[in-house]
């Protein structure tokens, strides 16, 4: 009987914590911080002959459906034209991408016939990199045209090492519920990344907008699935900050379906996983204190430990009310039923075409969570393979 209270008790504390619970302790604490050590001063857009040289660069895989929207959007770029290079890595493209980029004179197109991976590309374009940073976005993005004007702007502090853009999506019509549920946790996760920036550094960078100095990149595994976020960890490990930016932004459209939709998460999650152990020496709290905070509490518990503690939750709970134990088993039971049905709710009127977003955030929280155990069996069929699995784009 104790053993099963304090199960239900741990599993419902970390629950709590890794979805709501860090985000209050991370606001009280930049509350506090800007009490004691002033709100943070944004720095002037630097002067155009005071602009670093940046290497945008684009990896791709058969985008030849894409590529005349984002020339067009790289184009109107509010950058020199003279110290911004546009290179596209092109990965064992197959198709008509190569031959479109040909026609655009201010492209460099790094070209490998064999189709590797993303992390191969990446490292293949690095090779090719001769200005003083690289910015990285996806070939399906938009990026705001202001973008790398703020990107500069936040590399003039010297503890800066990597810059991330903000993530945002779309949905091409109204009730795309895929896009939608992933919009919405996009903005909750945009708002965390912002406070762990205050704090110290933000966890990691989203591929879709983010620029490092070259000289920090170090060595990512052929095999990894979140090779952005390998790359920019990689950067606070040797003791530099990410900093998170909402003015530098890349608009993307959602997963056409839920299908879709879960082959990314499950992607994510195993890439998840994979990092957690590559990076397991910044779980250590006495090398990096501020970092193994916002690392285990950001990243961690929801790639692993957080999804296990849900079933728990479901599991002990429903044994505490069989056995009679006091009322506020049975409430939590009945709340937590209340959930899932709702989550169930959410799942059944997307299937039917209708719209309701209540239903359906409660359903998108399970549905990422269950993509983690979905992830753990993807990274054992794929531990050798970084290759491109694309989700298709409403």
């Given at each position: 009987?104790?053993?099963?209270?304090?199960?239900?008790?741990?599993?419902?504390?970390?629950?709590?914590?890794?979805?709501?619970?860090?985000?209050?302790?991370?606001?009280?604490?930049?509350?506090?911080?800007?009490?004691?050590?002033?709100?943070?001063?944004?720095?002037?857009?630097?002067?155009?002959?005071?602009?670093?040289?940046?290497?945008?660069?684009?990896?791709?895989?058969?985008?030849?459906?894409?590529?005349?929207?984002?020339?067009?959007?790289?184009?109107?770029?509010?950058?020199?034209?003279?110290?911004?290079?546009?290179?596209?890595?092109?990965?064992?493209?197959?198709?008509?991408?190569?031959?479109?980029?040909?026609?655009?004179?201010?492209?460099?197109?790094?070209?490998?016939?064999?189709?590797?991976?993303?992390?191969?590309?990446?490292?293949?374009?690095?090779?090719?990199?001769?200005?003083?940073?690289?910015?990285?976005?996806?070939a399906n993005t938009m990026i705001n045209a202001g973008a790398m004007r703020?990107?500069a702007r936040l590399f003039m502090d010297p503890t800066v090492g990597c810059?991330?853009?903000?993530?945002?999506?779309?949905?091409?019509?109204?009730?795309?519920?895929?896009?939608?549920?992933?919009?919405?946790?996009?903005?909750?996760?945009?708002?965390?990344?912002?406070?762990?920036?205050?704090?110290?550094?933000?966890?990691?960078?989203?591929?879709?907008?983010?620029?490092?100095?070259?000289?920090?990149?170090?060595?990512?595994?052929?095999?990894?699935?979140?090779?952005?976020?390998?790359?920019?960890?990689?950067?606070?490990?040797?003791?530099?900050?990410?900093?998170?930016?909402?003015?530098?932004?890349?608009?993307?459209?959602?997963?056409?379906?839920?299908?879709?939709?879960?082959?990314?998460?499950?992607?994510?999650?195993?890439?998840?996983?994979?990092?957690?152990?590559?990076?397991?020496?910044?779980?250590?709290?006495?090398?990096?204190?501020?970092?193994?905070?916002?690392?285990?509490?950001?990243?961690?518990?929801?790639?692993?430990?957080?999804?296990?503690?849900?079933?728990?939750?479901?599991?002990?709970?429903?044994?505490?009310?069989?056995?009679?134990?006091?009322?506020?088993?049975?409430?939590?039971?009945?709340?937590?039923?209340?959930?899932?049905?709702?989550?169930?709710?959410?799942?059944?009127?997307?299937?039917?075409?209708?719209?309701?977003?209540?239903?359906?955030?409660?359903?998108?929280?399970?549905?990422?969570?269950?993509?983690?155990?979905?992830?753990?069996?993807?990274?054992?069929?794929?531990?050798?393979?970084?290759?491109?699995?694309?989700?298709?784009?409403?």
């Amino acid at each position: 009987m104790l053993t099963l209270k304090i199960l239900f008790w741990a599993s419902l504390l970390i629950v709590f914590y890794t979805y709501l619970g860090y985000g209050i302790l991370l606001y009280i604490i930049i509350r506090l911080k800007r009490l004691f050590c002033g709100t943070p001063q944004k720095t002037a857009l630097p002067a155009d002959d005071e602009l670093p040289t940046i290497t945008l660069m684009i990896c791709a895989y058969n985008e030849q459906d894409v590529v005349a929207e984002k020339m067009e959007n790289t184009r109107k770029l509010d950058y020199p034209k003279d110290k911004l290079r546009v290179m596209w890595v092109t990965d064992g493209s197959n198709d008509r991408t190569n031959e479109l980029l040909a026609t655009y004179p201010e492209v460099d197109v790094v070209y490998s016939p064999e189709r590797r991976g993303k992390t191969a590309a990446l490292k293949h374009g690095l090779s090719e990199v001769k200005t003083q940073y690289v910015a990285f976005t996806d070939a399906n993005t938009m990026i705001n045209a202001g973008a790398m004007r703020e990107i500069a702007r936040l590399f003039m502090d010297p503890t800066v090492g990597c810059v991330s853009g903000e993530k945002r999506v779309a949905a091409r019509e109204k009730g795309e519920m895929a896009a939608e549920g992933e919009g919405l946790y996009w903005k909750y996760e945009s708002t965390l990344k912002k406070w762990d920036s205050e704090l110290y550094s933000a966890m990691g960078a989203a591929g879709e907008l983010y620029a490092i100095d070259p000289k920090l990149c170090r060595e990512v595994p052929d095999n990894a699935l979140l090779d952005d976020f390998m790359l920019s960890m990689y950067v606070v490990d040797g003791g530099k900050r990410i900093a998170y930016t909402t003015e530098a932004y890349a608009m993307e459209y959602g997963s056409a379906n839920i299908y879709e939709e879960s082959k990314r998460k499950r992607r994510i999650a195993a890439g998840g996983l994979q990092s957690i152990w590559w990076l397991r020496r910044m779980l250590n709290p006495f090398r990096q204190p501020v970092v193994a905070f916002q690392y285990i509490s950001h990243r961690v518990l929801r790639w692993s430990i957080t999804p296990v503690a849900m079933v728990i939750l479901l599991l002990t709970n429903i044994l505490l009310v069989a056995l009679r134990c006091h009322v506020i088993y049975t409430t939590c039971l009945v709340m937590q039923a209340l959930f899932y049905l709702a989550a169930f709710g959410g799942w059944l009127t997307g299937r039917m075409g209708k719209r309701n977003k209540l239903l359906y955030t409660a359903y998108y929280f399970v549905f990422m969570n269950l993509n983690v155990f979905r992830g753990m069996r993807y990274l054992s069929t794929h531990k050798h393979s970084g290759a491109w699995e694309k989700a298709v784009r409403s």
